[in-house]
Every structure is written in structure tokens, then in C-alpha cells.
């Protein structure tokens, strides 16, 4: 095997983490500000300086996921798995100018939980195809669920 064909896969490994580290920053043009630093909150919402590292680690093993469906997928089922992927990338990149760009709570809420659904079938999906890409997209469904819950109580005790 030539050295180019061999090094291919870690590229679009690379692209995967592009494309996913490109969402977020999506979501980073939208910082919580001044608005978010006063909302009433309950008491079990975590410090502000945890969620860039999380979202960090969640991010790579994202990537880490698609890569492995792309890479070891077949056509039909990859390109579903994928498709999916795709749609809660979108879904995830749109949560944060709703929550903190527009200030709507509520909106976030309905979109949240459009997010959680497309993990979910997207995590079904991997798990069918290779059970380590379903596995990582584990620890990005528990987040997301956590984050729905958080943002229901922020919506909840902000009206």
C-alpha cells in the first residue's frame, strides 16, 4: 500500500474533526454574556469553565465516531448513519444562537429536544454499523440529555 492511500484515513479523520470543531464555532460567535450570567439557575448547573473542556472531548469523539462509520460503513447504511450525523451536527450548531444569540429559552427548549432525537437515532445507527462508534456517541446523548434538562429548568425558573 502506498504511503498517500495509507495516510488517507487519518485525513478524513482530520476532516471529521474539522467539520465538527466548525460547528462549534458556530456556537462560540454566541457566548452566554451578561444575559446568561443572570439567570436565576438551579443549584446543580455546573461552573461556566466546564463546558469548553467537555464540549472539547464530546467534539473529538464525535469525530471519532463518523470517521469510523465513514471508514467502515457500506454505501447504504454509511450514508444514512452519516446523513443523520449531519443533522445533529446542524441541530447542535443551531441550539446556541437560539439559547444565547436570540435570549429564547424556550425555542432552545423545542430545538433541544429535536437535537436529542436526532442523537439518539443517529447513536442507534452507528451502533448497528460498529458498536466503539456507537459507544462514543454515548457519553454526546447523556450530555445533550443533561443539557435539555438544564435548559428546561433555566426556561422554567426565567419566565
Not at 500500500?1 to 495509507?6: F, I
Not at 443533522?87 to 429564547?104: D, E, I, M, R, S
Not at 447513536?123 to 456507537?134: E, H, I, Q, W
Not at 450530555?143 to 434538562?149: C, D, E, I, L, R
Given at each position: 500500500?502506498?504511503?498517500?492511500?495509507?495516510?488517507?484515513?487519518?485525513?478524513?479523520?482530520?476532516g471529521?474533526?474539522?467539520?465538527?470543531?466548525?460547528?462549534?464555532?458556530?456556537?462560540?460567535l454566541?457566548?452566554?454574556?451578561?444575559?446568561?450570567?443572570?439567570?436565576?439557575?438551579?443549584s446543580w448547573?455546573?461552573?461556566?469553565?466546564?463546558?469548553?473542556?467537555?464540549?472539547?472531548?464530546?467534539?473529538?469523539?464525535?469525530?471519532?465516531?463518523?470517521?469510523?462509520?465513514?471508514?467502515?460503513?457500506?454505501?447504504?447504511?454509511?450514508?444514512?448513519?452519516?446523513?443523520?450525523?449531519?443533522?445533529?451536527?446542524?441541530?447542535n450548531?443551531?441550539?446556541?444562537?437560539?439559547?444565547?444569540?436570540?435570549k429564547?429559552?424556550?425555542?432552545a427548549?423545542?430545538?433541544?429536544?429535536?437535537?436529542?432525537?436526532a442523537?439518539?437515532?443517529?447513536?442507534?445507527?452507528?451502533?448497528?454499523?460498529?458498536?466503539?462508534?456507537?459507544?462514543?456517541?454515548?457519553?454526546?446523548?447523556?450530555?445533550?440529555?443533561?443539557?435539555?434538562v438544564?435548559?428546561?429548568?433555566?426556561?422554567r425558573m426565567?419566565?
Amino acid at each position: 500500500m502506498s504511503a498517500s492511500k495509507h495516510n488517507r484515513p487519518w485525513l478524513a479523520l482530520g476532516g471529521w474533526l474539522v467539520l465538527c470543531f466548525g460547528a462549534a464555532a458556530f456556537g462560540g460567535l454566541f457566548g452566554p454574556g451578561e444575559w446568561y450570567a443572570r439567570l436565576r439557575k438551579p443549584s446543580w448547573n455546573p461552573p461556566n469553565w466546564i463546558f469548553g473542556p467537555v464540549w472539547t472531548v464530546l467534539y473529538i469523539m464525535m469525530a471519532v465516531a463518523a470517521w469510523r462509520i465513514w471508514r467502515f460503513g457500506d454505501d447504504g447504511s454509511r450514508r444514512k448513519a452519516l446523513g443523520l450525523f449531519l443533522v445533529q451536527l446542524c441541530l447542535n450548531a443551531a441550539w446556541t444562537p437560539l439559547f444565547f444569540g436570540l435570549k429564547q429559552p424556550a425555542l432552545a427548549f423545542g430545538e433541544i429536544v429535536l437535537l436529542w432525537l436526532a442523537v439518539c437515532a443517529t447513536t442507534s445507527a452507528f451502533f448497528k454499523m460498529d458498536r466503539v462508534a456507537g459507544w462514543l456517541m454515548v457519553a454526546y446523548l447523556a450530555w445533550v440529555s443533561f443539557a435539555a434538562v438544564l435548559n428546561a429548568a433555566l426556561w422554567r425558573m426565567n419566565p
